[in-house]
């Protein structure tokens, strides 16, 4: 039966359906799984994928990921006798910013289950999942992971909370291009389906937002407070007086924050702070967002993304920022306290490929 559940192998670059285990010419591996010269990213998931790494079409025109060039650059590593030792995280709570990381459900329900599923299972949907495995990897073994965006309530321990954060107008642009994602006013205004919303434009066989039709400084201006709302209690498009000095607070106070920018330093990061393997099902984006192009859509495609993103480039997100900030800062402080370094971390990852062989990603759980 579980055979049955892991289904085939799929891959993200082009037409392949298994994920190379070593980085091409046309081809690299990071969390997006390849990043394919002929793809182009809309968003919905921007990546920093190291120093062997491709830039996407996206980061090029300077959204996204930071290349190695203007990452922080911690000094190099200390003797291994300086460096705290892991602690195990028992019942972990996701706190599932929308658009931050949803494939960061597999890397907790692998750690958390570790030698009871398959390395290579990775997971779409965690009540799908705990429905068909619930019997090796109970619920009960977790505060909290669902695919619901519910906001942080009062009474969680803070030291069993893990979250992944994303610098604002990457989130917002993610959103955007999500059938407006959390902003149920627009989505009815401009009659989004699910699929598809007015005045969409279809290329290579997906509906691409048109900013000419659909703002997205509306949008943001919608969801703009969304982290900081889900930080203090509040759904992410609540408009009632953010508190952004509880939220900045709360960012320090959290078991584990990680940064979507930095998806692999994020997940060497949390085995570092509390053990464990790193699998290769862990960098597998279960929700890609970088997807095939045809060549005489590429054009276009390119368009319409760099139009949305000129106009939300004069948007200021300055509540959200500062929560964006204040989690970056602790991610590189504890970087350098938990001495992972970009090209140990590579390698780590790298290894954890060649293990898994042709065996990664399964399908994942729906």
């Given at each position: 039966m579980a055979a049955s559940l892991l289904g085939l192998a799929v891959g993200l670059c082009g037409a392949t359906n298994v994920?190379?285990?070593?980085?091409?010419?046309?081809?690299?591996?990071?969390?997006?799984?390849?990043?394919?010269?002929?793809e182009a990213?809309?968003?919905?998931?921007?990546?920093?994928?190291?120093s062997a790494a491709k830039v996407t079409a996206t980061e090029k025109?300077?959204?996204?990921?930071?290349?190695?060039?203007s990452s922080p650059n911690p000094p190099s590593a200390r003797s291994s006798p300086e460096l705290p030792a892991p602690t195990a995280l028992r019942k972990p709570f996701f706190l599932h910013v929308p658009k931050c990381g949803s494939s960061f459900e597999t890397l907790l329900v692998q750690y958390v289950c570790s030698g009871a599923i398959p390395e290579n299972l990775t997971v779409l949907d965690p009540q799908a999942f705990f429905r068909d495995l619930g019997y090796k990897c109970p619920g009960s073994k977790f505060g909290r992971l669902e695919s619901d965006h519910r906001p942080l309530h009062a009474g969680?321990?803070?030291q069993m909370v893990v979250t992944m954060l994303r610098e604002p107008s990457?989130?917002?642009?993610?959103?955007?291009?999500?059938?407006?994602?959390?902003?149920?006013?627009?989505q009815q205004h401009f009659l989004c389906n699910g699929v598809s919303c007015l005045g969409d434009v279809f290329l290579s066989g997906r509906w691409i937002r048109n900013a000419s039709v659909i703002d997205p400084v509306e949008y943001a201006k919608c969801v703009e407070n969304c982290a900081v709302n889900m930080l203090t209690g509040k759904t992410c498009e609540a408009k009632d007086n953010p508190d952004v000095e509880a939220a900045v607070r709360k960012v320090g106070e959290l078991g584990f924050v990680g940064l979507t920018e930095e998806w692999n330093m994020s997940v060497c990061l949390f085995h570092a702070k509390f053990g464990g393997r790193i699998l290769a099902s862990e960098i597998y984006n279960t929700r890609p967002g970088v997807y095939r192009t045809a060549q005489e859509d590429k054009q276009k495609l390119?368009?319409?993304?760099?139009?949305?993103?000129?106009?939300?480039?004069?948007?200021?997100?300055?509540?959200?920022?500062?929560v964006y900030e204040a989690a970056r800062a602790r991610f590189w402080q504890e970087i350098e306290r938990w001495g992972v370094r970009r090209e140990s971390c590579q390698s780590q990852i790298d290894m954890a490929f060649d293990r898994a062989g042709t065996e990664l990603p399964a399908e994942p759980i729906r």
């Open positions: 994920l190379a285990t070593s980085a091409s010419a046309a081809c690299v591996r990071h969390w997006d799984g390849l990043a394919c010269e002929a990213d809309v968003g919905s998931h921007l990546i920093q994928a190291g025109r300077g959204r996204g990921g930071q290349s190695d060039a969680i321990p803070l990457s989130r917002v642009l993610s959103g955007y291009n999500d059938n407006l994602h959390d902003c149920v006013t627009m390119e368009t319409l993304t760099a139009q949305a993103e000129r106009m939300l480039g004069d948007w200021p997100a300055t509540i959200e920022m500062r």
